[in-house]
């Protein structure tokens, strides 16, 4: 059984750093590239960027670029968020999913992982 | 800046059809986008219906259809029932590994 399993929620101050995780099984991790999608309180859903997990080849969308960072260790089958210093507007659900071809054919999402960030 | 475009809501009669569709701001919406389509409950993770333009994703019946509509990307219900009252987004591929999600559609059934 395909799973992507996220990490749970977490609750930070501003300027803090955060790691989340992306935890797959049942399938061949490094088959797939892995996406970050974010969906702020009450709002849509948000492409942040993906990473192929076999070599790591990582792309960001511009709003995104420098403000996180994508990472993967493909020893483990987990893919990775992270931030070095979080602000109030990071507050939001983070969302990982599986896809081919550069995550055009996406098929499973993570259950999701609650961000707050308030002092 | 890439504008993915989505009607902001729609109703829908049970039983009846609805069409949704996922445009750009600055072009036409061909197969090489590959529109994907996605239906997100309130308060659970997004679920795949449609991928690659009209690839169902497993699990998801047929009632549930994609295709390109004139220079759109469209989503196609067909028999809406209640369950199907959700937001429904797009997203689609600009290249170079980027993709662009639209703003949502909220279905209403009544």
Not at chain 2, 32 to 50: E, V
């Amino acid at each position: 059984e395909v799973q992507l399993v996220q990490s749970g929620a977490e609750v930070k101050k501003p300027g803090e750093s955060l790691k989340i995780s992306c935890k797959g099984s049942g399938y061949i991790f490094t088959s797939y590239w892995i996406g970050w999608v974010r969906q702020m309180p009450g709002k849509g859903l948000e492409w942040m960027g993906i990473i192929q997990p076999g070599d790591s080849d990582t792309r960001y969308s511009p709003s995104f670029q420098g403000q996180v960072t994508i990472s993967a260790d493909k020893s483990i089958s987990t893919a990775y968020l992270q931030w070095s210093s979080l602000k109030a507007s990071d507050t939001a659900i983070y969302y990982c999913a599986r896809g081919r071809n550069t995550w055009t054919e996406i098929d499973f999402w993570g259950q999701g992982a609650l961000v707050t960030v308030s002092s | 800046q890439t504008v993915v475009t989505q009607e902001p809501s729609f109703s829908v009669s049970p039983g009846g059809t609805v069409t949704f569709t996922c445009g750009l701001s600055s072009d036409s919406v061909s197969a090489s986008y590959y529109p994907s389509w996605f239906q997100q409950t309130p308060g659970q993770a997004p679920r795949t219906l449609i991928y690659s333009t009209n690839t169902r994703s497993s699990g998801v019946p047929d009632r549930f259809s994609g295709s390109i509509l004139g220079n759109k990307a469209a989503l196609t219900i067909t028999g809406a029932q209640a369950d199907d009252e959700s937001d429904y987004y797009c997203v689609l591929y600009m290249g170079s590994g980027i993709s662009v999600f639209g703003g949502g559609t909220k279905l209403t059934v009544l």
